[in-house]
Nanobody, 120 residues
Framework: QVQLVESGGGLVQAGGSLRLSCVAS????????MGWYRQAPGKQRELVAT???????NYADSVKGRFTISGDNAKRTVYLQMNSLKPEDAAGYYC??????????????WGQGTQVTVSS
């Protein structure tokens, strides 16, 4: 069993900041990549940012310079610092992990999501 639990969403005014966290737990042998995706009503889920176990990061163009992804391998935790938030950043934010279990099965897992609301 593998679980990803997100926290840190909420309501913020435009220009404000939020920090999301995601903790992975369970029968995890290793984690290759963790990341954040978001989905607004009526839209497809899209990549926000990812980070590898080695620290390499990737960002969507729409969040570059405003969002920062970081991770703590020992804690199996990934963070998303979101600054200068815009109304268009409002969405459900979902944590994803590409990992291998102790049964040596590699697959992607998703968290339940945390809601970010940005008021204008």
């Amino acid at each position: 069993q593998v679980q990803l639990v997100e926290s840190g969403g909420g309501l913020v005014q435009a220009g404000g900041s939020l920090r999301l966290s995601c903790v992975a737990s369970g029968s995890i042998y290793s984690i290759k990549t963790m990341g954040w995706y978001r989905q607004a009503p009526g839209k497809q889920r899209e990549l926000v940012a990812t980070i590898t176990s080695g620290g390499s990061t990737n960002y969507a163009d729409s969040v570059k310079g405003r969002f920062t992804i970081s991770g703590d391998n020992a804690k199996r935790t990934v963070y998303l610092q979101m600054n200068s938030l815009k109304p268009e950043d409002a969405a459900g934010y979902y944590c994803n992990a590409d990992l291998t279990t102790y049964a040596f099965r590699r697959q992607g897992y998703w968290g339940q999501g945390t809601q970010v609301t940005v008021s204008s």
